[in-house]
C-alpha cells in the first residue's frame, strides 16, 4: 500500500471512531512528544476524543508544547491506540499491566523507522519520511483541517529534532515546504528553537563536560560513556543524555559515533549511534536488538563497559572498513 493509499484506509477508519490513545516509545524524544500531540490537536479538530499517554517524563524543554500538560501517565479506555515510531507495544511508553486491562479493539501504527515492523492491526510505515511529524502533517492536509498555531509548533518540533535541524539525509525540499507551512500556520521557528536547545538545566551541561573528557577517537570511530556514579555526582537526568552523541559525530574525519549510557540495576548499556549518513548505523543498532535511521539509531546491550566499547567499537570499524576498503585497517586497542 503507498502512502496515498494508506492515508486514505488511515483516515476511514478515524472516521468511524470516537475515543482514541496516543502514545510512542519510552523515554520520548521530540518526534515522539511534537508528533503525539499535533495528533491529539488533529482528532480534536475532527471531532473526536483523544488523550496522549507517556508513563515517563517529557523532558522540560518541551512542556512549552500546546497540550503537553494535558498529557496522562495512566492509559485511559480507548477504541483505539495510535502508537509513533514505536516497533511494539513492549516498547511503548505504556503501563503494559493498564493496556492490557484496557486493550482498545484497534491498534495503529505510524513509523517511520527502517526497523519499523507491522505488528498493529493497522500499519503505515514510510521509512523515507524525515520524520513522524511530516507524516501525522501529510494526514491533517489530507483531512481538510486547518493547521492551527498549537498543531504547527507541535509539528515543527517535532521536524526539527528528528531532521537533526534539518541537516540529517531524510531532510528534502518538501521537509523545508512543510517547515514553512507550519510557520505560516503560526509557528514560531525563533521561539521554538531557543526552547528546545537554549534552555537546558545545568546537569545537563556538566553531563557534557563529563562525556568529552571520556572521549576516545580512533580513525573514522568516536565514542564516550558516562556512568551512573558520573550522572549522580552532577545530579543529571537520563533526559540530560539526549543530544551528547551530537557532538561526537560533529569531530572532523568522524563517520560513526556511539555514546554509552549506563542502565541502572543490571550491567548494562544503552547506546545512542550517530552517522554523517554515508554509514548505515541502523544495521548497526539492528544487529544488537535496537534500530532507527540510517543517521540516527540506537540500542541496548548487556554487559561491562569494556565489553559493550570493544563490541560497538569493532562494529562501526568494521562498517567503516565495508564503506571504504582502501583505508588502512585499524583495530580496537582501549
Known sequence: MNNS????????????????????????????IGSA????????????????????????????????????????????????????????SIDRSEFDAHRPALIINIDHHRSGRPFADFNWIDAEA??????????AIAAGIKVTADMAECLYAAILTDTGSFNYPGTVASTF?????????????NRLARAIYFCNPASKVR?????????????????????????????????DCEGVANHLIGIAGIEGAAFLRELPGKT??????????ALDVSKIAEHFGGGGHQSASGCTMDGTLAKVTKDIVEE????????????????YSR
Open 316 to 331: 562501526l570499524r568494521s562498517a567503516c572498513q565495508r564503506m571504504n576498503p582502501t583505508a588502512p585497517k585499524l583495530q
Open 177 to 189: 515546504a512543510m517547515a514553512e507551512h507550519l510557520i505560516h500556520s503560526g509557528a514560531n521557528a
Open 5 to 32: 493509499d494508506s492515508i486514505v484506509a488511515l483516515l476511514n477508519l478515524i472516521r468511524i471512531h470516537d475515543v482514541f490513545a496516543i502514545s510512542s516509545h519510552v523515554r520520548p524524544d521530540g518526534d515522539a
Open 268 to 277: 548494562q548499556f544503552r547506546l545512542s549511534l550517530r552517522s554523517r549518513g
Open 37 to 92: 500531540l499535533g495528533m491529539m490537536h488533529l482528532l480534536e479538530a475532527l471531532g473526536k476524543q483523544a488523550t496522549v499517554v507517556f508513563v515517563d517524563s517529557i523532558p522540560p524543554n518541551f512542556h512549552f508544547l500546546s497540550g503537553a500538560d494535558r498529557i496522562s501517565r495512566h492509559f485511559p479506555e480507548a477504541e483505539a491506540l495510535i502508537l509513533l515510531e514505536c516497533d511494539s507495544i513492549e516498547r511503548s
Open 130 to 139: 524525515a520524520a513522524v511529524g511530516t507524516m501525522v502533517y501529510d494526514l
Open 207 to 239: 553531563l557534557l563536560g563529563i562525556a568529552l573528557s571520556n572521549l576516545q577517537i580512533e580513525g573514522p570511530v568516536s565514542w564516550s560513556y558516562v556512568t551512573l556514579a558520573e550522572m549522580e555526582s552532577v545530579g543529571a537526568s537520563v533526559e
